[in-house]
């Protein structure tokens, strides 16, 4: 347990040098975007004295590196801002937005998992048969498939010639908040933005299965007359490992590749907000969506590091 503890520590402290990193990318990357957000605000028609006016107050005119240390303290002591567009904080817009989008890819994970590993497990277990090829196929359907194409299909097929499920949104416009209502309009947008990442753990899982099914320990245990559904148990328990590492890098991509979802089905999540936040050339929105998505990531692996270091003891080391 001393030895996990240490585990722990020095990933926690690696994260530090990254999250220090990810915010001068962010910052010098938003700094990079053409154009000024003083014309977007005050027009055309605005005059000299105005613009000079509101370029100090918003600190625009210090140096660069006295504005990223600026705005850095402030993050640090939960101030990202004021929206420009919408005048109210900005941190408060980004973590309601980000727990939407935190549903959308939490039902999109989940998906992907269930479906990815019964494709991979079939997949493995039937590798020459008629199932293993179909799985396969499928899989691959689903890597090949672009997101938008996929969400625009399923809102024709299940909201235009059959209304069967809401095409936006994420409630009803009736005002009803309720659970079931919010799963029926989370039906399609999850699937849309899990079937690139159920093909990638089918894909991933099949292999590893396959790898594990040929080792030594899994002849032996053949060669004892063990049952297959016990040497099916033992070989995905030593999958697991290689299954936590994809699960990791789909949440990664989840958490923030899904803004084409968020957009064509009008789910009001951190993707669209950040979408609407660079037309408008809000920066201070920019920044707190861009940071927390980014910082969501770095944490994810974190916590994926964490649980394959008690997983396998060899991380450990």
């Not at 938003?30 to 028609?45: D, E, F, Q, R, T």
């Amino acid at each position: 347990m001393h030895r996990m503890t240490r585990f722990i520590l020095r990933r926690l402290l690696h994260m530090v040098p990254v999250l220090f990193g990810v915010t001068v990318v962010v910052f010098v990357t938003i700094k990079l975007i053409p154009g000024s957000p003083i014309a977007g605000l005050l027009g055309p028609g605005s005059t000299p004295a105005t613009r000079a006016e509101l370029i100090n107050r918003l600190g625009l005119n210090k140096p660069i590196p006295i504005q990223y240390f600026d705005w850095l303290r402030s993050t640090l002591e939960g101030n990202f801002g004021t929206s420009i567009s919408f005048q109210s904080s900005a941190g408060t817009l980004v973590f309601n937005a980000f727990r939407n989008t935190m549903i959308l890819a939490g039902a999109a994970l989940i998906l992907a998992l269930v479906g990815g590993f019964v494709l991979g497990a079939i997949g493995a277990l039937w590798p020459k048969g008629m199932a293993g090829r179909v799985t396969s196929a499928i899989s691959t359907f689903s890597l090949a498939i672009p997101q938008y194409s996929a969400g625009l299909l399923l809102i024709v097929l299940f909201s235009v010639d059959h209304t069967w499920l809401p095409s936006g949104g994420m409630h009803s416009v009736t005002g009803s908040t309720g659970f079931a209502d919010l799963l029926r309009h989370l039906v399609l947008p999850a699937l849309a933005a899990g079937l690139a990442p159920i093909g990638v753990v089918a894909r991933m899982f099949r292999a590893a299965l396959l790898d594990v099914m040929g080792q030594e320990f899994v002849q032996s245990m053949r060669a004892r007359g063990l049952r297959r559904t016990t040497i099916i148990r033992h070989a995905i328990h030593n999958t697991l490992p290689a299954l936590l590492t994809i699960t990791g890098l789909q949440i990664g991509y989840l958490l923030s590749g899904v803004v084409f979802i968020e957009t064509i089905f009008s789910w009001p999540g951190l993707g669209q907000l950040v979408y609407g936040a660079i037309s408008a050339r809000d920066l201070p929105l920019i920044q707190a969506g861009v940071l927390i998505s980014a910082v969501a990531v770095v944490l994810v692996n974190v916590i994926v590091d964490v649980a394959h270091g008690f997983i396998d003891p060899r991380v450990r080391q």
